[in-house]
């Protein structure tokens, strides 16, 4: 929400706070390799309507990656006509929906994803000379260790070639992504680099990868959780706000924040229930409900949406962003705009009116302007030119292959229904059967027939899953 940003921008300048953003499942992994690659931290807005290829490497990109609804109904309109149907390739390390819809699914681990792109990319830059790194050095370097990953994917050679093949034919209609919880290794940045490299070097970047267009409001990142934390443990942290997160519940227990948490002399946390953080807060603020509340959106840079209340408010509660202009105008503290108005009705108006309006307002009064807005749920569009930016191949040498693992390795993803886990106390959304595997309510450890055979394990048996010194005892699940 831009209008929510601003807000909070004006409140930390008047009383010199700093803002974290943290989410359970954020794209920290796609805004640092953006970064090392191209030079700018931002997530950009994939085109799968514009791909006649798509390679996606543990992205679930049509269940919980990114933008699902979005991406689904863009991937779809390119499955109509039988006689140009686009091709999806997955390398999936867990059956997510995704690879269900795929029409060539490979089976891998997540130490392998790396080894996947940079061996398509080995094949397409190197052995086939292909695209404007063709006879770079630096590249040549960088790609050299990847030379026979087909043998160490256990998949056929020819197979392998024929998906760099179809990737070369539809030069700037294709489209690489990776990411997502799975792909949440210990390489989750060089994975992001070998995906930009490798869309760069067939030139789908200012073409299925639009930057130009990118998702504004995704900024959150793990490393912001980290910091805050540390913060904490120093002391330098006197007064904590918490708002749209309950970090007691998603944040994992070796990164220490509900203890550092103890040492902030006062927490504030606004939200609409008393939750596990709201157990140890000083104070909680009840929200409205976001059927009660004004709000507003830029979907993606350039396309903002407008938020109307449904209902009044049922009960004695209060929007943050008004607590947060409350407190700046009791304090007298802040821009004129936290002194001003009255409402976050007023003041997300006012916002529209002096910072949206003028750049899409095309002409038109603001009142006739917003009228319209109210009217249509939005404005703006993702039509128009997009920028091509270029790789820096340096990036490209941090890229190291992982070495050959043996065993089991661990795959967690987020379910359809639950995400995060934020509306875990919905029963009906407990209720909602995964798309994949048809259960509901339950977590549990899936594994595949031959290994279930080999370990003697029959559906539902209990197995204690043990990582380092952690151990949870768990129901299995068959998957084939």
């Known amino acids: 929400s831009p209008s929510t940003r601003a807000v909070v921008g004006d409140f930390c300048q008047a009383f010199g706070a700093q803002h974290f953003s943290w989410e359970a499942l954020s794209h920290g992994d796609v805004l640092a390799g953006q970064k090392a690659s191209y030079g700018e931290a931002l997530v950009p807005f994939y085109r799968f309507d514009k791909a006649d290829v798509i390679v996606s490497i543990d992205a679930d990109f049509l269940g919980t990656w990114m933008l699902p609804t979005t991406y689904t109904k863009q991937f779809s309109a ?31 681990k997540p130490s392998q994803q790396i080894a996947v792109v940079m061996g398509l990319a080995h094949e ?4 086939k000379s292909f695209g404007k790194f063709a006879g770079n050095a630096t590249v040549k370097a960088a790609l050299d260790p990847f030379a ?24 700037g209609k294709s489209l690489v992504v990776a ?5 949440g290794t210990e390489q989750a940045k060089e994975l992001q680099i070998a995906v930009n490299f490798l869309n760069s070097a067939l030139d789908n970047e200012g073409s299925t990868v639009d930057s130009t267009h990118q998702l504004a409001g995704v900024s959150a990142a793990d490393t912001e959780i980290m910091q805050l934390t540390e913060a904490l443990k120093k002391g330098s942290v006197k007064t904590l706000i918490i708002h749209g997160v309950n970090p007691f519940y998603s944040v994992p227990q070796s990164v220490g924040f509900a203890e550092a948490m103890k040492k902030a002399e006062m927490v504030i946390y606004t939200g609409d229930r008393q939750d596990e953080t709201g157990a140890y807060a000083n104070y909680i603020i009840p929200d409205h409900h976001a059927l009660e509340n004004w709000g507003d959106a830029e979907i993606v840079k350039g396309l903002y949406s407008i938020h109307q209340p449904t209902i009044r408010p049922m009960y004695d509660t209060r929007s ?64 128009g030119s997009v920028a091509t930016r270029s790789f820096k191949t340096e990036a490209l040498s941090t890229v190291k292959k992982s070495n050959n693992k043996s065993g089991f390795e661990l795959v967690l993803y987020p ?31 899936s594994m595949a027939i031959a290994t279930a055979e080999k370990m003697k394990v029959k559906e539902g048996h209990l197995i204690e899953l043990v990582i380092g010194s952690q151990k949870m005892t768990l129901p299995a699940h068959i998957q084939p």
């Open 78 to 108: 390119g499955r109509k006509n039988i006689k140009e149907m686009n091709k999806l390739v997955v390398f999936d390390s867990n059956y997510s929906l995704t690879g269900a819809n795929a029409d060539v699914r490979v089976r891998i």
């Open 124 to 127: 397409i830059a190197i052995k």
């Open 148 to 171: 026979n990953v087909a043998q160490d994917l256990k998949m056929e050679a020819a197979l392998f070639a024929r998906i760099a093949d179809d990737l070369i034919h539809s030069k």
């Open 179 to 183: 990411g997502g919880l799975a792909a």
């Open 320 to 383: 943050f962003q008004l607590s947060l202009m409350t407190w700046g105008f009791l304090a007298k503290k802040g821009p004129k705009r936290l002194q001003t108005f009255e409402t976050y009705y007023d003041y997300l108006r006012d916002f529209w009116k002096t910072d949206v309006h003028p750049k899409l307002g095309k002409g038109q009064g603001f009142e006739d302007f917003w009228n319209e807005v109210l009217q249509n749920g939005f404005v703006g569009s993702i039509d």
């Open 415 to 445: 379910t359809i229904a639950l995400g995060d886990g934020k509306l875990a106390n919905v029963a009906w959304l407990q209720e909602l059967p995964d798309p994949v595997t048809k259960i509901c309510w339950d977590n549990y450890v």
